[in-house]
């Protein structure tokens, strides 16, 4: 029998390909524990998706993707606190394993998508699939190389950090509530802070926001997502009908980890 990680991590990537449009059998792995407790989550999630019709085709995957949220914000706070915060926004957010001194090649591998989260966490990357990577392979990403991140990046305080990421809840041009003005406003920053909890108390943060540069403590749930100004570290190509014109990132950086949080404009 796998361990309950690898089979969660099986079945995760089974739905994510059938969600993909892929036509895959389910891995035997994971099969031979569909007798397990009901009220376990593995062999809940296989019940829901063996009780999916196949056809059409089209509302087989919308099951399946709905199903692959739930499994995903089931599967630990983490998660669920990423599913609230950003699954409804244009934002890239992974995690990588620090491997290097210089944590900036962690960074463009988590960029890059050439590294998986060591923990077996959610992933929100809506460019995962999009046939632009195939110009431009870190899409929307174009990053400067490692050796000029200090001239593209700024130390943060922890408590900006935490602003810095809730106002990746927002949306650029048209949003009627910022954070700040939220109802809910204390329930975003709750789960901000689980997300950031991840990296530990002796985390260090970094933006590309240019505000930054002048106040490692910057207020940005006060300015407002609108409000930022970056170096940029997206790509200026034209590609499948997206022009980018402004990003906010934040970089989470402990020893054992690099987190990387960005939020894209595009029109």
């Given at each position: 029998m796998?361990?309950?990680?690898?089979?969660?991590?099986l079945?995760?990537a089974?739905?994510?390909a059938?969600?993909?449009?892929a036509?895959v059998?389910l891995?035997?792995e994971?099969a031979?524990?569909?007798?397990?407790?009901p009220g376990?989550?593995?062999?809940?999630a296989?019940?829901?998706?063996?009780?999916?019709?196949?056809?059409?085709?089209?509302a087989?995957?919308?099951?399946?993707?709905g199903?692959l949220?739930e499994f995903r914000g089931r599967?630990c706070?983490?998660?669920?606190?990423?599913l609230?915060?950003?699954?409804?926004v244009?934002?890239?957010?992974?995690?990588?394993s620090?491997?290097h001194?210089d944590?900036?090649?962690d960074?463009?591998a988590?960029?890059?998508?050439?590294?998986p989260?060591p923990?077996?966490w959610i992933?929100?990357?809506?460019?995962?699939?999009?046939t632009?990577?195939?110009?431009v392979?870190?899409?929307?990403?174009?990053?400067?190389a490692?050796?000029?991140?200090?001239?593209?990046?700024h130390?943060l305080?922890?408590?900006?950090?935490v602003?810095?990421l809730?106002?990746?809840?927002e949306e650029?041009?048209?949003e009627p509530a910022?954070?700040?003005s939220r109802?809910d406003?204390?329930?975003?920053?709750?789960?901000?802070?689980?997300?950031?909890d991840?990296?530990?108390?002796?985390a260090?943060y970094?933006?590309?926001?240019s505000?930054?540069?002048?106040d490692?403590a910057?207020?940005?749930v006060?300015?407002?997502?609108?409000?930022?100004?970056?170096?940029?570290?997206?790509?200026s190509?034209y590609l499948n009908?997206?022009?980018?014109?402004?990003?906010?990132g934040?970089?989470?950086?402990?020893d054992?980890e690099v987190?990387?949080?960005?939020?894209?404009?595009a029109?």
């Amino acid at each position: 029998m796998p361990t309950d990680r690898t089979a969660l991590d099986l079945l995760d990537a089974h739905l994510e390909a059938l969600w993909d449009g892929a036509d895959v059998a389910l891995p035997q792995e994971v099969a031979a524990r569909a007798g397990e407790g009901p009220g376990e989550l593995l062999p809940w999630a296989l019940g829901r998706l063996l009780s999916f019709p196949r056809a059409p085709e089209d509302a087989f995957r919308r099951e399946v993707g709905g199903l692959l949220a739930e499994f995903r914000g089931r599967r630990c706070p983490w998660n669920a606190s990423a599913l609230r915060l950003l699954d409804d926004v244009y934002v890239f957010a992974a995690t990588g394993s620090r491997r290097h001194e210089d944590w900036a090649h962690d960074v463009l591998a988590v960029m890059h998508r050439t590294v998986p989260d060591p923990r077996g966490w959610i992933r929100l990357d809506p460019d995962r699939r999009n046939t632009a990577r195939h110009s431009v392979p870190a899409y929307p990403f174009a990053p400067p190389a490692a050796a000029q991140f200090p001239d593209h990046l700024h130390p943060l305080e922890p408590r900006a950090a935490v602003a810095a990421l809730a106002v990746m809840t927002e949306e650029w041009q048209t949003e009627p509530a910022p954070v700040r003005s939220r109802p809910d406003r204390d329930a975003v920053l709750a789960d901000v802070r689980t997300l950031l909890d991840r990296y530990g108390p002796t985390a260090r943060y970094w933006t590309n926001a240019s505000a930054a540069a002048a106040d490692p403590a910057q207020d940005f749930v006060a300015a407002g997502l609108q409000g930022t100004r970056s170096h940029g570290f997206l790509t200026s190509e034209y590609l499948n009908g997206l022009d980018f014109f402004g990003d906010l990132g934040l970089i989470a950086v402990n020893d054992e980890e690099v987190g990387v949080f960005w939020s894209f404009a595009a029109c």
